[in-house]
């Protein structure tokens, strides 16, 4: 049977009609669809790296906080060489994990005159201090004085790879001390420096383990300039400290200490 051909003309309408429905439907579809948005590839920048400078300075204007008192003390005697006697205070912290800073400001010094910086600093930052306190009167010759004061220091860290071997040290000489502390730096541990005045250089070379460590030398201000073996060491901060006075007993100097201290504590 053979269809007219007005019904041949109304299929192909409909067909077409279909088709044209289905266009306009898949032309909605699309503009509706959303569009996944392109990736855009920025440079990732890279991780900073703290360099030696970015974690010594101290801090430009330390926050203030209010003095904690010293916790009480575990009174000490070490053993010094040639059976010598050695007084010494031994504050803990918590946790015990925390830095140890060792403190000697020399022989027959006035430990109370360097107490509030050391309480400023454990206010901002929690360690154990061993307080080294020789008693003996100051020695005139500069030969003796070294020798006595590389004698404390080494009854001092003797004692300490006892009591704290897994934490970190922190040595703050002042005077004769300072001018010792380079002589016992050469230790295999996290340890560093900050030297008070010191009266005299090395007597030898610092090996570079040493002279590569953190160190703090406060000088007095003065006409004469910096000695060279102060300003060749690698990572040697100065600080100038007033002419006319110790230095522990000035405000401002003991803001500052603190600061110092509280960054050679934390991790290198």
Same mark, same amino acid.
Request: aromatic share 6%; glycine share 2%; proline share 13%.
């Given at each position: ?67 904690? /008192?010293?916790? %009480? *003390?575990?009174?000490?005697? @070490?053993?010094?060489?040639? +059976? !010598? #006697? ?5 504050? /803990?912290?918590? %946790? *015990?994990?925390?830095?140890? @800073?060792?403190?000697?400001? +020399? !022989? #027959? ?63 703050l000489g002042a005077r004769d ?51 060279t073996w102060l300003s060749q ?36």
């Amino acid at each position: 049977m053979v269809a007219s051909p007005e019904l041949a003309v109304s299929r192909l309408r409909a067909l077409l009609v279909l088709l044209l429905a289905l266009l306009v439907i898949g032309l909605v579809w699309r503009s509706c669809r959303p569009v996944p948005a392109k990736a855009v590839h920025s440079p990732v920048p890279p991780r900073p790296v703290l360099s030696d400078a970015a974690v010594t300075e101290p801090p430009p204007n330390p926050a203030p906080h209010q003095l904690q /008192p010293m916790p %009480p *003390a575990e009174e000490l005697t @070490l053993e010094m060489a040639a +059976g !010598a #006697a050695l007084r010494a205070h031994w504050y /803990p912290a918590d %946790p *015990a994990t925390a830095p140890v @800073l060792v403190i000697d400001v +020399g !022989a #027959a010094a006035d430990l109370q005159r360097w107490r509030r910086p050391v309480q400023a600093l454990l206010a901002q930052r929690p360690a154990h201090v061993l307080w080294l306190e020789d008693t003996q009167p100051r020695q005139p010759d500069d030969a003796l004085r070294r020798s006595r004061a590389v004698a404390r220091w080494t009854a001092a860290l003797t004692w300490l790879d006892r009591r704290s071997p897994q934490t970190r040290w922190v040595l703050l000489g002042a005077r004769d001390a300072g001018d010792a502390v380079w002589q016992v730096a050469e230790r295999p541990r996290p340890l560093s420096l900050a030297v008070i005045a010191p009266e005299s250089p090395p007597q030898t070379a610092l090996p570079p383990e040493v002279a590569d460590r953190f160190a703090l030398v406060a000088l007095p201000l003065s006409s004469e300039p910096t000695p060279t073996w102060l300003s060749q060491l690698r990572n040697v901060r100065l600080y100038a400290l007033a002419a006319d006075q110790s230095g522990a007993l000035d405000p401002q100097f003991q803001t500052d200490l603190s600061g110092w201290l509280f960054v050679a504590l934390g991790p290198r």
